[in-house]
């Protein structure tokens, strides 16, 4: 998460964007997915790429952090606006869960989407809801709404240039 962060920081910093954040919260699955900080083990690796953020994520108080959002709101991410409602089963009230996110960023100019893997694949429709990716139709409503979109995405097991491309395709 540290990149993601650093990141976010970096772009809405230089442009003075207001900054939402969609979490996509899914229920705990025991595993340690999301717990992963071996980064701050590595400090003479990556505290350069932004000191003030890796210190705030060494402190005592985001590790017991209850819900991401708490401390994005104030400390790592100041004034962004976070959504951070666990993603919700069905395809009625994940609509509603969408419009709601919509509801919530509608001050802001950079949408940050946070689903744990990306973007749905095209093989997967609409559907077989999958808590784990964001549809391109979910994300239709914030483009119309003339917010600059920021989407996390894994590298699926395929060669990434292919990957890039095909993804550029497809949100072209």
């Known amino acids: 998460d540290f990149l993601k962060y650093a990141f976010l920081r970096v772009i809405t910093a230089d442009s003075g964007a207001r900054l939402g954040v969609v979490w996509m919260l899914t229920e705990d699955d025991s595993t340690d997915h999301g717990k992963r900080r071996r980064y701050l083990d590595q400090p003479e690796t990556w505290r350069q790429v932004d000191p003030e953020l890796f210190d705030l994520l060494?402190?005592?108080?985001?590790?017991a952090a209850a819900a991401p959002g708490e401390v994005l709101r104030d400390r790592i991410l100041p004034g962004a606006g976070v959504f951070g409602n666990l993603m919700p089963a069905g395809r009625e009230l994940r609509r509603k869960y969408f419009e709601e996110a919509l509801q919530h960023s509608v001050e802001t100019d950079v949408v940050f989407f946070d689903p744990d893997t990306g973007l749905a694949p095209a093989s997967i429709s609409m559907t077989a809801v999958s808590p784990a990716h964001v549809h391109l139709n979910e994300l239709v409503p914030f483009y119309q709404a003339e917010k600059t979109l920021v989407i996390f995405q894994?590298?699926?097991?395929?060669p990434r240039p292919f990957f890039r491309k095909s993804t550029a395709d497809r949100l072209r």
Not at 58 to 63: D, T, V, Y
Not at 154 to 158: E, F, L, N, T
């Open 58 to 63: 060494l402190a005592p108080e985001h590790a």
């Open 154 to 158: 894994h590298y699926p097991r395929i």
